[in-house]
């Protein structure tokens, strides 16, 4: 599906499916590398991550450990509420473990922010962060990410797990929403 399967809803494309698999694998080179010889566990963030997750955790070749933790703060508005709500925690003790977090976006940093100082306090061997997208211009706080997939501008974005009001996940790339649809 790409912007004229979506007339309208879409103002424009950013990122191509093709892209996105190009670059997951450059990334999942990189894991691969950085990781040898240690044990990995994949930590999706639902549910934005789930499209993500399928494909990176696909590309990498090598045994990983996958966990998912459902957070949610944007709710069904294009603003983050600034409150991070946990849905659902993770299933698995991470103390002494090297954890990757699997993020789609990284906008205002808020959410990672407060999930690095959650498992912070779990006592994993390593915590690091890979994201899709990065929007650099709306960061309110300063997040290390170790593996980072593309900066986009400071527009609300979907598809590629992208939601808005749970709309558009299932896209294959990722556009900007027309500013019609939330105004
Ligand atoms: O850097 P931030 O400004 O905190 O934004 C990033 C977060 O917002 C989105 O999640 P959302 O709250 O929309 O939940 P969802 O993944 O279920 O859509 C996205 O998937 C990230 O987790
Ligand atoms: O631009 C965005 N689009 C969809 N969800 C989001 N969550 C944070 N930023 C975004
Ligand atoms: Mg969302």
Redesign the pocket.
């Given at each position: 599906m790409d912007s004229s399967d979506l007339p309208g809803d879409l103002a424009k494309m950013l990122v191509s499916e093709e892209q996105i698999r190009a670059r997951l694998a450059e990334m999942a080179r990189q894991i691969e590398a950085d990781y040898e010889g240690k044990d990995l566990l994949l930590v999706g963030v639902l549910k934005?991550a789930v499209m993500v997750m399928a494909d990176l955790a696909r590309e990498l070749k090598r045994h990983i450990d996958m966990d998912w933790m459902a957070v949610s703060?944007?709710g069904t508005s294009?603003q983050?509420s600034g409150v991070v709500r946990i849905l659902k925690d993770l299933d698995t003790e991470i103390a002494g473990r090297n954890v990757l977090i699997v993020e789609?976006?990284?906008?205002?940093g808020l959410?990672l922010s407060w999930l690095l100082e959650n498992f912070a306090s779990r006592g994993p061997a390593s915590v690091e962060v890979c994201a899709l997208?990065r929007?650099p211009d709306?960061a309110k706080v300063h997040i290390d990410v170790k593996y980072a997939g593309f900066e986009?501008p400071n527009?609300?974005?979907?598809g590629y797990g992208?939601?808005?009001a749970e709309k558009y996940r299932n896209l294959r790339g990722v556009g900007v929403?027309a500013p019609h649809v939330y105004e």
């Open positions: 934005g703060s944007y294009t983050s789609d976006i990284i906008d205002s959410t997208l929007k709306a986009i527009d609300f974005v979907v992208l939601d808005y929403l």
